[in-house]
């Protein structure tokens, strides 16, 4: 073998260790990625089927259902225009109520309840999820936050009921 087929011969077993490496990066990178929805684009069909992807929204009041004697809770989440129920079966937050934000991990059942596998509560009485804010503030022109999202809500702010269908934002699971 010649000098110059050696080089060539390193070059292009260089180019292909790089690609093999870029291809398994992006795909351990579009298996981790999860898309958020808000309950009008879970109604309105937008949600991939059979996706993993996470639900945000508020719990609404009077929702929550606890099997006596298990883990099994059922709640409803909204975006103050459509509403999921959720059926999640472990041990909720400590600050998960009724009222509250709420963004859970999962995938739609065949019957149309989301099916979580984990769930996240707000932090504190005036936070809600940077994620529920803009999809809040998307669908209603204004959110139940004034600032920017994930900052404190002005005290008896609420949003509007109306509102046009938002895409959904992808993002990376921890």
Same mark, same amino acid.
């Given at each position: 073998?010649?000098?110059?087929?050696?080089? /060539?011969?390193? *070059?292009?077993?260089?180019? &292909?260790?790089?690609?093999?490496?870029?291809? =398994? #990066?992006?795909?351990?990178?579009?298996? +981790? *990625?999860?898309?958020?929805?808000? %309950?009008?684009?879970?109604? &309105?069909?937008?949600?991939?089927?059979?996706? $993993?992807?996470?639900?945000?929204?508020?719990?609404?009041?009077?929702? /929550?259902?606890?099997?006596?004697?298990? /883990?099994?809770?059922?709640?409803?989440?909204?975006?103050?225009?459509? +509403?999921?129920?959720?059926?999640?079966?472990?041990? =909720?937050? @400590?600050?998960? !109520?009724?009222? &509250?934000?709420?963004?859970? $991990?999962? $995938? =739609?059942?065949?019957?149309?309840?989301?099916?979580? @596998?984990?769930? /996240? #509560?707000?932090? @504190?009485?005036?936070?809600?999820? %940077?994620?529920?804010?803009?999809? =809040?503030? !998307? !669908?209603?022109?204004?959110? !139940?936050?004034?600032?920017?999202?994930?900052?404190? #809500?002005? #005290?008896?702010?609420?949003?509007?009921?109306?509102?046009?269908?938002? &895409?959904?934002?992808?993002?990376?699971?921890?």
């Amino acid at each position: 073998m010649t000098p110059r087929q050696r080089r /060539l011969t390193l *070059v292009i077993g260089i180019i &292909a260790g790089v690609s093999i490496a870029g291809t =398994l #990066a992006l795909s351990a990178f579009r298996r +981790n *990625v999860t898309f958020f929805f808000d %309950p009008s684009q879970v109604v &309105a069909g937008q949600v991939p089927a059979g996706e $993993h992807f996470r639900l945000g929204g508020m719990v609404t009041q009077g929702s /929550l259902k606890r099997a006596p004697g298990s /883990l099994e809770v059922q709640f409803v989440v909204t975006d103050f225009s459509h +509403n999921v129920p959720v059926s999640y079966t472990g041990v =909720l937050p @400590d600050l998960f !109520r009724e009222g &509250a934000g709420v963004v859970a $991990h999962g $995938h =739609l059942g065949p019957d149309g309840t989301f099916i979580a @596998d984990e769930v /996240l #509560a707000k932090h @504190d009485e005036k936070y809600m999820p %940077p994620e529920v804010a803009r999809s =809040l503030k !998307r !669908r209603h022109g204004e959110s !139940r936050t004034e600032t920017e999202p994930g900052a404190s #809500a002005p #005290a008896g702010a609420t949003a509007p009921a109306a509102a046009p269908a938002a &895409a959904a934002t992808p993002s990376t699971s921890p």
